[in-house]
């Protein structure tokens, strides 16, 4: 067993805890803080737990932060990074993948109405069938905010799957790469008037905070729908839950909230026409799985002495 003191803050796969604790010393979810060893803690490995600066400095010893995920909006970086604490995160593989089908699965559950359709069959309501029209992803316009690594797989799957057309709106990145990709490069105003369905993938920052409120959901298409399966926040969820209601616009999928989990009386419980998810988008079997090892990998490689290649903050990299 070595010197290092591993808190994980949040439950991770088993083949990453059980990689973690074969080597070092391990605070479980179920210690937590109240933990007497806490000021010992030399790494911290992450998921959705808000991560306040207080606790981090109840930790001397502290090396890293790791996150279980692409997202770091819980993690206090600036923080993190003046007291010398390396700040790493797990993007890539299998969790995008994960979050871009959960994104399409969103997208066809609200076209397809899925929750209503459920509740036909077992509130024996089967005539009403008859009066149903149900909404296309094939040859759809599908409009994406953001085109990083998880917009690009949902994007996959969208064109060469339902044979759709995709535009995109990405400020930090050239028009030719997102041409070159297979998208229209669009900005936001326009991409809103042009889709059928909107893919919501960018990170939660002061930039993006209510990036759709009002305004731009006025703009989106009678009958279009939205999906988030990025951040809670980007959307103003009352105003969502307003246009929704209105019929401004046709549906929603929402698997990030603001506040999680959301107050029992959020506005949008009482809506038909929304499907929501509980942050589960990237929640598979191998996603969970490949994060979890791959935050085990993370902390192999600090203490080899080696860079990793996920390190947000290079200012805290011990210079030889």
């Known amino acids: 067993m070595s010197g290092e003191l591993v808190y994980i803050l949040d439950p991770i796969h088993p ?25 010992d803690t030399t790494f911290i490995v992450i998921r959705t737990t808000g991560l ?16 279980h995920g692409a997202g770091v ?6 923080f993190a990074s003046q007291r010398g604490v390396m700040v790493c995160n797990t993007p890539g593989g299998n969790n995008s993948t994960a979050v871009a089908e959960g994104a ?6 609200v076209l397809r109405r899925s929750r209503e359709m459920d509740a036909v069959v077992r509130e024996n ?14 040859g759809a316009r599908v409009g994406l905010i953001g085109f990083g690594r ?23 990145l050239p028009a030719g790469e997102i041409a070159a990709a297979g998208a229209r490069p669009m900005d936001l105003p326009e991409l809103l008037a042009w889709a059928d369905v ?15 409120g009002a305004t731009e959901l006025a703009r989106m298409r009678p009958g279009a729908v939205i999906v988030n399966t990025s951040r809670g926040g980007i959307i103003d969820e009352a105003a969502l839950a307003q246009a929704l209601k209105a019929g401004t616009i046709g549906g929603a999928g929402i698997d990030v909230f603001a506040a999680e989990p959301p107050p029992a009386d959020h506005p949008l419980f009482a809506l038909d026409n929304v499907v929501l998810a509980p942050h589960v988008a990237g929640v598979t079997e191998a996603s969970m799985k490949h994060m979890a090892l791959h ?19 290079p200012e805290t990299w011990p210079e030889p």
Do not use: Y
Request: charged share 20%; net charge positive; with cysteine.
């Open 198 to 212: 909107v893919s919501i993938h960018v990170p939660l920052a002061e930039s993006t905070r209510n990036l759709i």
């Open 125 to 138: 309501r089967w005539d009403e069938r008859w009066q149903t029209r149900l909404g296309d992803l094939t």
């Open 15 to 39: 083949a990453g805890a059980d990689r973690i604790a074969a080597a070092h010393a391990v605070i479980t979810p179920e210690q937590g803080t109240a933990d007497p060893r806490i000021a």
């Open 52 to 67: 306040p600066p207080a606790l981090i400095a109840r930790m001397p010893k502290l090396k890293a932060i790791v996150k």
């Open 150 to 172: 998880i917009a690009r797989f949902t994007a996959r799957i969208c064109g060469a799957g339902f044979g759709a057309e995709l535009g995109a709106c990405d400020p930090m």
């Open 295 to 313: 935050c085990a990998q993370v902390v192999e490689t600090i203490l080899s002495g080696a860079r990793p290649a996920t390190l947000l903050n």
């Open 73 to 78: 909006d819980n993690i206090p970086i600036a």
């Open 104 to 109: 399409v699965a969103l997208m066809l559950a």
